[in-house]
């Protein structure tokens, strides 16, 4: 069965702290997607992640893949309380579908 | 300009009648979806359509009936609404990597 797992499924941080999602999926797949979701708002694409290696950085968050590791991180630095939200991870399958992790809520506290 | 946008944003309905939410996209993509969010937030795909074709198809009631007239349009029908079927529902369209685009959400509530 095809599987994404989240790590962990909610966090409370502190502003000014470092922390790291992770993100393992079941599949070959070189094709991982980060979403952020506010509460009662749509779905926002953060990054795409489409080779072994890939890294990309966007203000404090930085996600990154390892395909043979078969996971996925999305690292936040210095935390700000404007970054509370639940992320989401999906890997992309062979057909291009998305399957999802049941997302991780991050509260982070001034 | 909004680039998926669905209507209505809110729908409260009594168990057993027929509703429809309708989607728009303008961004030219093919792939269209349908999802549904339940209330831990748990998404869960329901259809997929790629220039008007229907090529997911999860399982789902039949009483969820989608129907795309066009590529920037794909309309989801629901008939004999249920209890369960409370959630929020979202369009969304896609570029050929994959990553998905989607619409501002659905609350359907039933009593």
């Known amino acids: 069965e095809l599987k994404v797992e989240q790590n962990p499924l909610f966090l409370s941080m502190q502003e000014g702290k470092n922390y790291t999602i992770y993100c393992n999926y079941s599949?070959?797949?070189?094709?991982l997607y980060w979403y952020r979701q506010d509460p009662g708002k749509s779905l926002e694409s953060l990054f795409v992640?489409?080779?072994n290696g890939a890294v990309k950085q966007e203000g404090r968050l930085m996600a990154s893949l390892d395909t043979k590791a078969r996971l996925s991180t999305l690292h936040i630095t210095a935390a700000v309380h404007d970054l509370s939200a639940t992320y989401f991870c999906?890997?992309?399958?062979?057909?291009?579908?998305?399957?999802w992790g049941a997302g991780t809520k991050l509260i982070i506290k001034p | 300009d909004t680039a998926v946008s669905q209507t209505p944003k809110y729908l409260v309905t009594q168990m057993g009648n027929d509703k429809s939410i309708k989607c728009e996209q303008n961004?030219?993509?093919?792939?269209m979806y349908w999802y549904k969010q339940d209330s831990k937030k748990f998404l869960k795909i329901m259809f997929s359509y790629n220039n008007k074709e229907l090529i997911i198809n999860e399982t789902v009631p039949n009483r969820f009936s989608p129907k795309s007239p066009d590529k920037a349009h794909l309309n989801l029908h629901i008939n004999s609404l249920e209890l369960g079927d409370s959630a929020v529902y979202f369009c969304?369209?896609?570029?050929?990597?994959?990553?998905?685009?989607f619409g501002e959400g659905s609350r359907l509530t039933v009593l």
């Open positions: 961004l030219g993509h093919d792939t």
């Open positions: 969304a369209s896609s570029l050929q990597t994959g990553e998905l685009f």
């Open positions: 992640l489409l080779s």
């Open positions: 999906a890997e992309g399958d062979s057909n291009y579908q998305l399957i």
């Open positions: 599949t070959t797949s070189d094709r």
